[in-house]
Antibody
Framework: QVQLRESGPGLVKPSETLSLTCTVS????????WSWIRQPPGRGLEWIGY???????KSNPSLKSRVTISLDTSKSQFSLKVTSLTAADTAVYYC????????????WGQGTLVTVS | NFMLTQPHSVSESPGKTVTISCTGS????????VQWYQQRPGSAPTTVIY?????PSGVPGRFSGSIDSSSNSASLTISGLKTEDEADYYC??????????FGGGTKLTVL
């Protein structure tokens, strides 16, 4: 059974950089597209970006200048960095998997709440 | 920018049928697959429809999806509504420039 688990700080200060890691178990990280998706409290889902082996990425144009996504196959992990944080970045951050960008997101992490304050 | 627009909320009685629309702003919505996710409070989304009209195993046949190219929209229909269907529903597709795109979400109330 594939499992994804996010890890990282729950509280970060404005103007600082958020770093989150997603650990994948039960499947190969060398296939599929690995996404970060966030959801501000009481609001909808926002796709942040994805990475796929060996390390190609695509990000939401609205966030592209502040986002870096990377893949570490040796640890079966992928990571997210978001710079220049503001309160608007407060959200539950999910990591997720899809077979292809246009296909179903079939596995999600449980999500981790990040508060910028 | 390619956007997917959903009604903010819908409500219907148990046993009835409800349809949630998802309208594409520009590009032909039929160009890429549309998925539908159900999200209950405090939980990650789960798939109820993928590839426009396919149901994952475990999702009841009461859930169905369709595409209408003439209106550039996708629809999620839930028949025989149950109180357990009360949740937020999101459509999702893909755009070559925008990447993965989600609709704004629809809150379904079953009352």
């Amino acid at each position: 059974q594939v499992q994804l688990r996010e890890s990282g700080p729950g509280l970060v200060k404005p103007s600082e950089t958020l770093s989150l890691t997603c650990t994948v178990s039960g499947g190969s990280i060398s296939t599929y597209y690995w996404s970060w998706i966030r959801q501000p409290p009481g609001r909808g889902l926002e796709w942040i970006g994805y990475v796929y082996y060996p390390g190609s990425t695509k990000s939401n144009p609205s966030l592209k200048s502040r986002v870096t996504i990377s893949l570490d196959t040796s640890k079966s992990q992928f990571s997210l960095k978001v710079t220049s944080l503001t309160a608007a970045d407060t959200a539950v951050y999910y990591c997720a998997r899809a077979l292809a960008p246009s296909r179903e997101i079939d596995y999600w992490g449980q999500g981790t709440l990040v508060t910028v304050s | 920018n390619f956007m997917l627009t959903q009604p903010h909320s819908v409500s219907e009685s148990p046993g009835k049928t409800v349809t949630i629309s998802c309208t594409g702003s520009s590009a032909n919505i039929a160009t890429n697959y549309v998925q539908w996710y159900q999200q209950r409070p405090g939980s990650a989304p789960t798939t109820v429809i993928y590839e426009d009209n396919q149901r994952p195993s475990g999702v009841p046949g009461r859930f169905s999806g369709s595409i209408d190219s003439s209106s550039n929209s996708a629809s999620l229909t839930i028949s025989g509504l149950k109180t357990e269907d009360e949740a937020d529903y999101y459509c999702q597709s893909y755009d070559n420039f925008q990447g993965v795109v989600f609709g704004g979400g629809t809150k379904l109330t079953v009352l």
